[in-house]
């Protein structure tokens, strides 16, 4: 018999039960739903709702519960539909009739509501802390190569010299954005359902803001139909989930084309790599071609969820289950997908002789050479053609801009000197940008400084 069988007057079909039940993949809410259910309890027991006896059988049986399925002696049943009706049935069977006092003033709609956003913030709040493990070793990497000049590229061809160390800072503004996005994530969460009932509130005097204490929330939501059909927050977790993954996949797309033979900018470490079943050459970045893959189902995940939610009349829809899946797969897959990265890059090693050498071909230099002439004091505009000439005369020469002598400059402007040769140089053309934000070595320091304090500062 069902729990909510008594309108009935048929079983339901098998072909129902297998279709609609959520506990296959819900039951991974167990504590939530179970916590959740003990400070429902509790409160009920101290607002006088039920008797303080009953209310503490059923914390007494929902902690056995706890243990019995963390311990893995627990078998959850595909007819109880849901997590929240196995550990309902469950906890009847255990303590008979105080069990069936526990869902006074409460539905599942707004118990879904409560387990999903206690989840939520948990798995935000791990996001977090990995993503603090990753910045860590950009911030490493970076301390180390304030110096590792490096072609920087616009449209993937040569475009000025920067570091290494700029270039991994780059990142690093990336994924503090993405924990402060989670941060964002967190905090609408946040937010305690329970009281809504299943859409219109309740007429028991329960105390919502005594649960909200007791499972740790920082307020309650401020409207029982919203309280229940919101899922605004798992969305926020999956835009930021998505963001994230799109950062991670433009690493490794730079990382599989730094370790290509035409770069050769870094050395993948074996542990991380792997080898093909047919060419005994081949060193290949799967792991890191793998996570620029699940890119793509972290957005699914996303776009799957806002369809869902879209057409939905309020307040609670089943459609809603659809959610939690959604949301497990993005959680799971991002979580190993920063695990793994954070260690394979960890491992890299970085070629800074042939970025060195990357730096000095492409005419990085060209922007310089004009910056040279606007310092002697030609006008932009002029010396970004005189550059555009003599660059054209290097190319059909197959020379760099410094090959040239002094007299072969001069021939395209008169204000070229003998200190152009040094203001030309990979090292000069770093350490000239020394901007707030630039790549010269002290601007990059500065920025190393503020991320450092600003990992320190972050909390949640
Ligand atoms: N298993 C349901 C879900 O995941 C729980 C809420 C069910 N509520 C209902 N009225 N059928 O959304």
Not at 73 to 91: G, S
Not at 357 to 373: K, M, S, V
Not at 441 to 457: M, N, R, Y
């Amino acid at each position: 018999m069902k729990l909510w069988g008594g309108r009935f007057e048929k079983q339901t079909d098998g072909l129902v039960d297998d279709f609609h039940s959520s506990i296959t993949f819900d039951k991974r809410l167990y504590k939530q739903d179970i916590q959740g259910s003990i400070a429902h309890a509790t409160m009920l027991g101290e607002q006088g709702v039920i008797p303080t006896a009953d209310a503490e059988r059923i914390v007494e049986g929902l902690n056995g519960i706890l243990e019995d399925v963390d311990g893995g002696r627990v078998q959850f049943e595909i007819d109880a539909e849901d997590i929240h009706m196995n550990v309902e049935k469950l906890l009847i069977e255990r303590i008979g009739e105080a069990g069936k006092r526990l869902h006074t003033g409460r539905s599942r709609n707004d118990q879904v509501a409560l387990d999903g956003r206690m989840y939520t913030k948990d798995e935000a709040k791990r996001v977090c802390s990995l993503l603090s493990d990753l910045c860590r070793v950009l911030l490493r990497i970076a301390g180390e190569n304030l110096h590792t000049v490096m072609p920087g590229y616009t449209h993937l061809q040569k475009a000025q010299p920067i570091t290494l160390a700029h270039h991994m800072m780059a990142y690093f503004q990336m994924f503090t954005r993405d924990m402060d996005r989670m941060r964002d994530c967190y905090r609408r969460s946040d937010v305690m359902p329970l009281g809504s009932g299943a859409l219109a509130g309740t007429t028991y005097p329960l105390n919502r803001e005594r649960v909200a204490e007791l499972l740790g929330f920082s307020a309650i939501t401020p409207n029982s139909l919203d309280g229940v059909s919101d899922r605004d927050f798992m969305l926020d977790f999956l835009s930021a989930a998505s963001i994230c993954m799109m950062h991670l996949s433009r690493f490794c797309e730079e990382l599989i084309l730094w370790s290509s033979h035409e770069f050769r900018f870094v050395e993948m470490d074996d542990a991380f790599s792997t080898g093909s079943s047919i060419m005994p050459q081949k060193k290949n970045p799967d792991v890191a071609e793998l996570i620029r893959g699940k890119t793509g189902r972290v957005y699914g995940d996303l776009m799957g969820l806002l369809t869902a939610m879209k057409g939905l009349p309020l307040a609670y829809n089943k459609d809603m289950q659809e959610d939690k899946e959604a949301l497990f797969d993005a959680r799971d897959t991002l979580v190993k997908s920063l695990v793994v990265f954070t260690h394979m890059l960890d491992a890299c090693r970085f070629r800074k002789d042939v970025m060195a050498r990357g730096a000095e071909g492409g005419f990085t230099n060209a922007t310089d050479a004009a910056d040279y002439l606007v310092k002697k004091g030609m006008p932009f505009r002029e010396a970004h053609a005189v550059i555009g000439r003599l660059v054209l005369h290097c190319i059909k020469e197959n020379k760099a801009l410094l090959d040239l002598t002094l007299p072969e400059l001069q021939e395209f402007s008169l204000l070229f000197d003998q200190d152009v040769f040094e203001a030309l140089s990979m090292r000069a053309c770093v350490d000239l940008r020394n901007i707030p934000g630039g790549p010269a070595p002290e601007a990059v320091q500065a920025s190393i400084d503020a991320g450092k304090a600003w990992l320190e500062g972050f909390s949640i």
